[in-house]
Every structure is written in C-alpha cells, then in structure tokens.
C-alpha cells in the first residue's frame, strides 16, 4: 500500500494478506514527514482495506496483526499502545491478551 502527498510518494506498508490475518509486515516512510504520524494512518488505512476486503472477498479475515513485536525494540515496541491487543504466545502458539502477557513481556526487556 502506497501513500502520497501531493502526489508525492510519502510512505510504503507492505501488507501480506491470510486467511483469517490481514499482516502489516513493514511500514516506512519520508522522515520529513514524520509530524504527520504516518504510521498510525497507515494503519488506520489498513484497517479500513481490511474491513473491505472481509466484506467483499473473505469473511473469515479476523485478526489484523502489526507485524512481530520485538518488545526491547524502539522502533516497533509502538505496538504496544494498540489496545485492545493479543500476543502470540512463543511457546504455547496461543493468542493471549497484552494485559496478560505484560509480565512475561517485560522480563524479556
């Protein structure tokens, strides 16, 4: 997905959609414009091209997930601020609620 302004290229999300995720796998864009914060637009974008795509081609779309959190990472642990949010979980491949995770999370930090 691509973003202009003025029909200057701004930013770019590559997106891969699944069978029940729709998966924001990167998002970058034009520091210039980093007061603009692209990445929540680019997001809510997403979200709206999901909610689409679920009504028109795929109703089993479900989750969209904003790519791996790596929570010691600056640059992704933005992810975090996203509520309601689930985590999967490394060992057990279960979906659990941040909330319950933020423990386990924070140890690794």
Do not use: W
Request: with cysteine.
């Amino acid at each position: 997905m691509y973003h202009r302004i003025d029909g200057k290229l701004v930013a770019v999300g590559v997106v891969d959609i699944l069978k029940t995720f729709f998966n924001s796998a990167y998002f970058i864009y034009d520091p210039e414009y980093s007061f603009l914060n692209l990445g929540v637009v680019g997001a809510i974008r997403e979200l709206e091209f999901m909610r689409m795509a679920k009504k028109k081609f795929n109703p089993d779309l479900k989750y969209y997930q904003l790519g791996d959190m790596v929570p010691n990472c600056s640059k992704v642990n933005y992810k975090l601020h996203y509520k309601p949010g689930l985590v999967l979980c490394p060992r057990t491949k279960n979906l659990v609620r941040y909330e319950d995770a933020k423990d386990a999370i924070t140890m690794y930090q």
